[in-house]
């Protein structure tokens, strides 16, 4: 099985409409944490992507740039190119994602 990379995009600055949501930092925090429990020992990669920085990888700039456009909210978490969760990300629905993918919850 091919590990795969979870974005969590997001900026310093809590986005307008998230006012009283955990940070997208917070919240990469968070799914880490939870998915080391729920996959434990099943590889994955998950990243933290600040969208005022500029980014090497196109695809990720695209994304990064579709939020600072306001086509999307942060934080905005990412499987493999496709867009779980935005806002206020639900777990459930990034669990499903991944098991998509072939992980097995612990």
């Not at 307008?16 to 930092?25: H, I, M, R, W």
């Not at 434990?40 to 090497?56: A, G």
């Amino acid at each position: 099985m091919k590990p795969v990379e979870i974005s969590v995009y997001g900026a310093e600055v809590l986005c307008p409409s998230c006012v009283n949501l955990p940070s997208a930092k917070e919240t990469y925090e968070w799914l880490e944490a939870a998915l080391n429990r729920k996959y434990k020992d099943q590889p994955f990669m998950i990243v933290y992507i600040d969208i005022d920085q500029p980014q090497e990888e196109p695809d990720k700039q695209e994304f990064a740039q579709k939020i600072l456009n306001d086509e999307y909210f942060y934080p905005l978490v990412v499987i493999e190119g496709k867009v779980v969760g935005e806002g206020s990300p639900r777990l459930k629905v990034i669990c499903e994602e991944m098991e998509e993918h072939g992980y097995v919850s612990n």
